[in-house]
């Protein structure tokens, strides 16, 4: 069984620090998601990354995979309050019918 | 666009009741999937249906759970007889293609007492 872990699980800063977190697995993942949750929503969707050393950015997120795509890490430039919320890394592997495979998660806290 | 609609946002029950879980999802979208967070632990997989049938239930903890997805439109989920350990976040997903991006509900959250 593929164990994801995520660090640091509680992450609170100022607005317009930088951060990052990170998430580690068992064994190679397949298609790795981040995903976002705010309080009181489901996960969203925030980008997919399937290739080794692979780095995506979405606006002040910066996210990369391990050359043996068995880590990732997110990095938030100048992070807002916004930015809150509960950042959650998945696999979602052919071998078990595409169903994803989540971490805990670090929850992350942005004061203004 | 509606987005995938869960019902009830919260239900509080004894142990030994019976709770169902409602789960609307994304209009077209044949690929609906169960998924389920307890206190401490993470995000876990129960069930995948497309359209009607399921494709997958490899997560049902055990035989009190029940999915069910009428016609291949909503879904439901009946917890019977509830347990202390089935309190959690039960959150409702739904894909248009197999592969495709899962967008998830706010959630069902449930206190079994």
């Known amino acids: 069984t593929q164990l994801l872990e995520q660090s640091p699980q509680f992450l609170s800063i100022q607005e317009g620090e930088n951060l990052t977190v990170y998430c580690n697995s068992s064994?190679?993942?397949?298609?790795l998601q981040w995903y976002r949750q705010e309080p009181g929503e489901g996960p969203v969707l925030l980008v997919t990354v399937v290739t080794g050393g692979e780095v995506k950015k979405l606006k002040r997120l910066t996210f990369q995979f391990g050359d043996a795509r068995k880590d990732s890490s997110l990095h938030i430039t100048a992070a807002q309050p916004g930015d809150t919320g509960l950042y959650l890394c998945?696999?979602?592997?052919?071998?078990?019918?595409?169903?994803?495979?989540f971490g805990k998660g670090t929850l992350l806290t942005v004061n203004p | 666009e509606a987005g995938v609609t869960q019902f009830p946002s919260h239900s509080v029950i004894e142990k030994g009741q019976t709770v169902t879980l409602r789960c609307d999802p994304i209009s077209g979208h044949d690929n609906l999937y169960w998924y389920r967070r307890v206190m401490g632990k993470e995000i876990k997989f129960l069930l995948h249906f497309v359209k009607e049938s399921k494709q997958d239930e490899s997560g049902m903890p055990n035989n009190r759970f029940l999915a069910e997805r009428t016609g291949g439109t909503y879904s439901t989920l009946k917890v019977q007889p509830a347990e202390l350990e089935d309190s959690g976040v039960y959150f409702c997903a739904s894909s248009q293609t197999f592969f495709g991006e899962l967008f998830f509900g706010e959630g069902s959250r449930l206190t079994v007492l």
């Open positions: 998945a696999d979602r592997s052919r071998g078990s019918n595409y169903k994803l495979t």
């Open positions: 064994s190679v993942f397949s298609s």
